[in-house]
Structure formats: C-alpha cells, structure tokens
C-alpha cells in the first residue's frame, strides 16, 4: 500500500519539479517550451497566461497519457487471463465530464483575468518630451478591433503591408513613411493601425506580443511599449525583428520587419533627420527635373 | 475439421468477378472501396513525396534546392492532397466496404451513384494533378483571397484547384447521401440504433457533416470561380467586396472538415480496441452521443482560425468558449477507450498499436489544441511552426494511424490473407518515433518565431529544430515502405485469414474473406452490439462442440 501511495507521489512530484525546472529558468527555455517576449507588456501577458495553461496541460498530458500506457502495459494479454466484461459506469463517465468541464472553466477565468492587460495599451512610460510620467491610468476596455485609448500621450503608426514589404506612415504634419524599419521611442505606448494594400499579410514582432493580420479594407488594432530599460548600457538602440506570418506570395519567406526603439531624444533627432533628408532629396528631384525641362526646351529650340 | 465454420456463404459467380474490367464496370461496394483505397494510397504517396521535399528544402538554412513558385506549389499541392484526396476518401473507401457488410446488408442503397462517386473522386484527383503539368496552384490549400484572384495568381492552377474541390466535393456528397440512406434503411433486422457498430455511427455523422460543410464550400469556391473569370467582385476589396468573406465561408466547411477527417478515425479506434482488449466498448451510448456532439460543435468553431483577423472581442470569446466545449466529448471519447483498455487482456497486434498510438498522439494535439483556443495565446503562435504541429498531430495522430489500424484490421476480410505482423510493428515502431520527431519539435520553432510557409529562413536558431524534423520525415517514409512492402508480399505469400481471424464482434466477420458479391446469403437478427459473440455462443450451444476460442479471453497464436 505505502509502495502504491510513494509511486502516486512520484507521479504527482515529477511534473511538479518540471515545472519548476522551467520556471527557474524563462528566459533560457524561450523559444524550446515558452513563446518569446520581454519587449513590450502585452507579450509578457501572453507569456504568463501561456505558463499558466502549459502548468495545467502538464498535468492533464501526465495524467491522460500516463493512465492510457499503463493500461496498455498493465493489462498486455497473459495465458490464461479473462477480460472484465463491463459495458460501462454511468457515475465515473459523469464525473470525469464534469471534471473537464471545471479544467476548461478555469483557462476561461485565467484567460479572462488577462485579456485587459494583452489587449488594452498601457499608458505611456514618457511624456512627448521624453520625461518620466508617475501617474498611470489604464484606459477603458472595448472591442478588439475598436481598441481602447489610455491616458496621456500615445503615437499611432499606420503599418501598411505589401508584397513584399511593410511601409509605415508616422504621425505628425510631416507624412513620414518608412520601410521595414519601424523606429520609436522606448517608453512610448505605440498604437498600430494595420492594414493592407493588395493581399492579405500579418504583421508580428514575436518578442512585442501576438500577430496581427494586415486585411485590404480592413484595419487592424494591435500596441506596443518597449521598456526604457531595454536598450542595452552603453548603446543608443534596441532591435526586435520579425517577418510576416501569412502567406502572401513567392516571396513571403523574405518580408521581414524590424522596430528599433530609441530614447525620445534620439528618435527625435532621427525623425528630423529623416523628413530633413526627404526634403533635400525632393527638392534634389525638383531641380533636377528643372534642369532636364530646361535642356529639352533648349534642344527643342535649335 | 469436426467444428462448424461460422461463415454465411460459400456460393461464389466466378465468370461475373473476374477480369479488369470488372472493376471498372462494377457497382459493388466492395469493389469500390478497394479501388478508393487503392487510389488514396497513391495519392498518399504522392502528398508524402511533397512533404519530404518541403522538409529536404527546410532542412538547412538559406537553401536553394527550391525556388520560391516551386516550393508554394509543392506545400499548396501538399495540402490539397491530404485533406482532399487522401484523409477524407479513405474514410469513404472504407465506409463503402465495411458498412454494408456490418449492417448486414447486400449493397449500399445506390450502387450505381455509389460507382459514380467513385470516379468523380477519381478524376477530380486527376484534374488537380493535371495541372503539374502547366502550373500547379500556388495559393495554398485555403486558397485565401485577395492572394488566389487573378491579379495575383496568374495562372491556370488555380482553377485546377478549384474544378477539383468541385468533383471531388460532389463525390462526397453523393457518397454521404448514399451511406446516409444505407443507415437509415437497410440495418440487419434486430439492428436498432443502440446496437449499430460505431464505425457506423461515425460514417452517419462524418455524412451528415459532409453535407453541410462541402456544399458550403461547393458555393464557395465558385464564388471564386466566377471572382477569377467573370468580374464578380465577392472578394475583391476594390471592388466593393470582402476578403474576410473567403475567410469565414472557408473555415466554416474548413472546421467540419477536421471532424470529417477524425470522426471515422474514432470509429475506427472504437471498433478494433474492444476486440483486442477482449472487452466490450466502455460507454458505448457515451461514445454515439459523444459523436454527434462533437458534430455539432464543430459547426460551431470555424473562426479560430481566424483569431488574428480584424474581430471584436465579442466574436473571440465566443469562438474560444465553443473551442474548449469540444474538447469535453472529445475527452470523453479519450477516458472511454482508455477504460476499455482497462482490466482487458490486450493483445499488442499491429492493429491495436496503431490505435493506441493514434490516441497517445491525437491528445498531444488536443491539449496543444487548448493553448490555440485561448485567444490571446494564439495571436502569438498562430501562422507559426506550433500550428503545423498542433494539427499534424491530430489530423495525423487520428486520421493516418487509423488508417493505417484499419488496413491491418481489415486487410484479412478484403483480401483474406494477412498481413505480416513482424513487419506490421517495425512499420509501426518507424511511424510512431518518426512522427514524434518531425513534429514534436516544431512546436518549439514556432515557440521562436518560425511563421509557415516559408521557402527557406536565415534564422540559425531555427537550424536544429528544422534538421531533426526532417529525419523525422524520413522516418515516416521508410514506415510507409515497409507497410508498402508488407501489403505487396502478403497478396502473394501472407497466411491464409479465414472468415473470423480476430474474433472479432461485428457483422462482416461472419461472411468468407474476401466475402461473395452478395455479401450473405442469410442475414442473422441482431440481438446485440457484439452479434458475432452471441453467434459465437449459439453455434456452441446448438453443435455441443467446445469452439477452440473463449469470448472475454485473449488469442494468443
């Protein structure tokens, strides 16, 4: 009998000590067992609430597979032997319906507890100047595709994609577009509006949380907010990569994505350099056009 | 020689079975099933040889045996070939040759429909492959839009695709509607539904399932039919049209298709785990309702695959909640085998290998299955590496192992030889580690960031996961050789069967193998699920004759 209860006790301990095995070490066994995260909140959400139902699964996967190969093991056909002839118990198929059912009420309550902090962007870390913000405030929870909008300041990033790239259309009077390349300020609660322009795409950043589909004629909600701390002592940046995750031709293997995140003051010396160098090359093109113009007039003359 | 044989007839018509084209001009269910089966083998080889060759090409980082429009070809050949020309015909090649013999009828309803099927299966498998030689489709199997229009599929593949879910789509229905009135009409007397085998019980519901979900996707497809080549604009967002449309009209045949793929595979579980336990089926009305619930459910799930597209949050929820609803009979269905197991004597036959291993495997992927179903969850990993183990687990776990269980369990009545069982479980010891290396570790290259689909990656994190799963592959093959093999050497040398090799509970075991054209000449009253055990019981009580072979114990050869 105490040989049966020490066997239970293994049983119930060895997934007990691989969860904790795991748990010691997250960030080493990201990627092997857990999904990436650490760039923004609402991966790191994602990443709990996947560690909470992979617990659950452990033990359901040690349970279920475990019962069914001793079965199998247990009971290997001997000379001799007679099989029970039961059709049924009509209690321990009622309980064991009811167990799965109270198994999946719990993921739904995990998942519910959640949802709000993948879901809603946080409000920003930084001011539009680059200061620290102390009071925090979460916004309100709506639909998915109608995100909610959290106090104080936010930047929202139109992110455009097509075959094979993604262009992003930034805020401000500028109209700023880039390629590939999305750069922001740490700190800053980033705001997508994803869409698309011939077929469908889906933008994701694995370490910045889940995937959104970039649909035509649709928009597509999804945030981002790179913590300050993240960029590494001593450099000016951090890069997190990704590539589309839809099918969206030949070359889909190759529309990759990057977010560089920067603090606010060189993303602001970066933003002026930028729209100060799309200047210069507009008004380069302007006169150069100018000079064509003028020589074909001059041919035309003689 | 003083023991009766339990068998219904002997009387054999040699002249009208004989002959090459006695095959092509037969409408006997038996004969159709074994030419589907036979043509699910060959398009089963041939999707295998694709997925080898998107393994070969993943194999290593950067490389370049494939180009980009090749290797989109091979993965939407690939899908369009297991789904449509192998997982769901197989079940119907089955269905054809088993049900009648188990409801104890002659045919099915329609005989000649039933042969019309057939080919219609047949030919819409040959229109699809056709298109190798031009352009192959290059849109995926869920041909999404705007990508599948012509603005960005150019060629004719396409429409391959699309002329081929039409035929076979239509050979499925009628197939359904013919196995649905079987059923419902032509059960042995005594045969309520409480006492129908439950491969019956499956093929009824994956019936009623293929009418709802392929006529959907009959209208579906030639929305985009008419989208391609007549200006409609359904899909078109330029034109007033919807994308997410395609979408929702897509996975709302695509979800019942999973259980169209699994229903028959549980059924298969169900019938061959009793036998070899020694047992009856634990919970058999659980089982039956277990079924339909499923059924019904999953009519009900078709936009989680959808969780990263453009929805409110209301719609999510909804979906997740019915996603985890399934899983209750689903795990119902799992704790009854694992009870009939129980305090049986189970014998470890090629067979009952195969459907334990299906199980093991088949809830690896439901309770991967749990993490998808949880919204959040699955905007990480959906379109990754993690989604294309979670459904080769099921779909392969259940569907292939099954298949696989059922060629071995019933080989001996169509053929009435054996099949080797020493090659039967090195086959299976090949297919089961194979398996587990090619796709357990996938889900952790989706875990790093590994989207599907893609031709080739750079990511040298991705190198390891990618190399082990394709030796993995190859260790499928090699399984399916040696199962290939077996089946080839025992036409010719395997042991004679008998009517009833297995002991088996169930009608068929009672006519000659391979059985005569008309199946019985006597059809006995059903008092039972297990009829073959009271006949069993009967013949003993009537003859006086001990039979060599007692109910309830094992074998043993």
């Known amino acids: ?302 | 020689m003083g023991r009766p044989q339990i068998i219904a007839s002997a009387v054999d018509n040699p002249d009208r079975t004989r002959g090459w084209t006695s095959w092509i001009t037969t409408t006997d269910h038996k004969k159709i099933g074994i030419m589907y089966l036979a043509t699910v083998l060959v398009f089963f080889i041939l999707g295998g040889v694709e997925a080898l060759l998107i393994r070969t090409q993943l194999a290593v980082p950067d490389n370049t045996l494939l180009t980009p429009e090749r290797y989109n070809q091979i993965l939407t050949m690939h899908g369009t070939t297991m789904v449509f020309l192998v997982v769901v015909p197989v079940w119907a090649g089955f269905a054809n040759y088993l049900l009648p013999l188990m409801l104890g009828a002659r045919d099915v309803a329609f005989p000649r429909l039933n042969a019309w099927s057939y080919w219609m299966y047949l030919f819409g498998g040959i229109a699809l492959y056709a298109s190798m030689l031009y352009s192959p489709p290059e849109a995926g199997w869920f041909s999404y839009v705007p990508l599948s229009l012509k603005q960005y599929s150019g060629t004719n593949g396409q429409e391959a695709w699309i002329y081929m879910v039409h035929l076979t789509g239509l050979s499925s229905i009628i197939g359904a509607i013919n196995f649905i009135a079987t059923i419902h009409n032509m059960r042995a007397p005594g045969m309520g539904w409480g006492r129908m085998p439950l491969f019956v019980w499956t093929i009824l519901i994956y019936a009623y399932l293929v009418i709802v979900a392929l006529t959907s996707l009959a209208a579906t497809v030639t929305m985009l039919l008419l989208d391609r080549n007549f200006g409609t604009g359904f899909f078109d967002p330029a034109q007033g049209g919807s994308a997410l449309l395609w979408q929702h009209l897509f996975w709302f045949f695509g979800h019942p298709e999973v259980y169209i793929l699994v229903l028959p595979a549980f059924g298969v579980f169900s019938e061959i785990l009793p036998v070899f336990a020694r047992k009856p089926i634990f919970g058999y009305k659980a089982i039956a309702a277990a079924t339909v619930g499923i059924a019904f459910l999953g009519m009900l799930v078709w936009a989680h695959h959808m969780f990263a597209t453009p929805m409110s949050t209301t719609v999510l929820a909804f979906f997740m909640l019915m996603s985890f609803v399934i899983a209750v009979p689903t795990g119902v269905k799992i704790f009854n085998w694992i009870a009939t197991l129980w305090r049986g004597t189970v014998e470890w036959t090629t067979a009952l290998l195969y459907c334990v291993g299906g199980i093991a495997t088949f809830t690896m992927g439901g309770i991967t299955g749990i993490f998808l179903a949880v919204f959040p969850i699955d905007w990480q990993l959906t379109d990754t590496y993690f989604v294309v183990a979670h459904f080769h687990y099921t779909a392969f776990g259940a569907s292939a192992f099954a298949m696989i269980a059922a060629l071995y369990f019933w080989w001996p009545k169509m053929t009435g030889r054996m099949l080797s069982e020493k090659l039967g479980k090195v086959g299976f010891a090949l297919m089961f580690i194979g398996f587990h290396t090619t796709f357990l570790i996938q889900h952790s290259a989706g875990l790093s960031g590994m989207p599907r689909r893609i031709y080739e990656y750079s990511e040298t994190s991705w190198t390891w996961y990618n190399f082990v799963s394709t030796i993995g592959a190859f260790m499928i093959a090699l399984s399916v050789a040696v199962t290939v093999v077996g089946v080839v050497w025992s036409l010719k040398r395997g042991a004679i069967a008998g009517p009833d090799p297995w002991k088996a509970n169930t009608l068929e075991w009672f006519t000659p193998s391979p059985p005569p054209e008309n199946n019985f000449d006597v059809v006995p009253r059903v008092r039972s699920v297990e009829p073959m055990k009271d006949i069993r019981r009967e013949i003993e009580q009537r003859t006086n004759a001990e039979q060599r072979y007692r109910s309830g114990q094992p074998m043993l050869h």
Request: with cysteine.
């Open chain 1, 1 to 302: 009998m105490s040989e049966g209860r020490n066997r239970r006790r293994l049983l119930l301990a060895l997934p007990l000590a691989l969860v904790a095995a795991l748990l010691a070490a997250p960030a080493a066994r990201a990627g092997l067992l857990f999904p990436e995260s650490g760039g923004s909140p609402n991966a790191d959400s994602i990443h709990t609430l996947y560690v909470m139902v992979f617990i659950l699964a452990l033990f359901i996967f040690v349970g279920v597979e475990g019962t069914l190969l001793w079965a199998l093991f247990k009971f290997k056909a001997k000379k001799g032997a007679t099989a029970a002839q039961i059709h049924g118990n009509t209690k321990l198929e009622i309980g064991w319906t009811l167990g799965a059912f109270v198994i999946l009420l719990f993921i739904t309550v995990f998942t519910f507890i959640q949802l709000p902090s993948i879901k809603n962007p946080k409000p920003s870390l930084i001011d539009e100047n680059g200061r620290e913000l102390t009071a925090q405030v979460d916004g309100m929870q709506v639909a998915a595709t109608n995100q909610s909008t959290p106090k104080g300041p936010t930047m929202t990033i139109e992110v455009n994609g097509q075959q094979y790239v993604w262009r992003y259309l930034y805020p401000g009077q500028d109209q700023l577009l880039t390629y590939t390349d999305m750069v922001v300020p740490v700190g800053m609660t980033v705001l997508l509006d994803i869409t698309a322009d011939d077929v469908v795409h889906s933008w994701w950043i694995p370490k910045l949380g889940g995937k959104m589909d970039a649909v035509p004629g649709y928009t597509n909600k999804l945030w981002f907010r790179i913590p300050p701390d993240a960029i590494p002592e001593g450099q000016k940046q951090v890069v997190y990569t990704g590539q589309c995750a839809e099918l969206c031709g030949r070359n889909h293997a190759n529309m990759y994505g990057r977010v560089i995140g920067m603090r606010m003051a060189d993303y602001k010396k970066w933003y002026a350099d930028k729209v100060q160098q799309l200047k210069t090359a507009e008004t380069d093109v302007a006169e150069q056009q100018k000079k064509l113009t003028e020589q074909e007039s001059q041919g035309g003359d003689e």
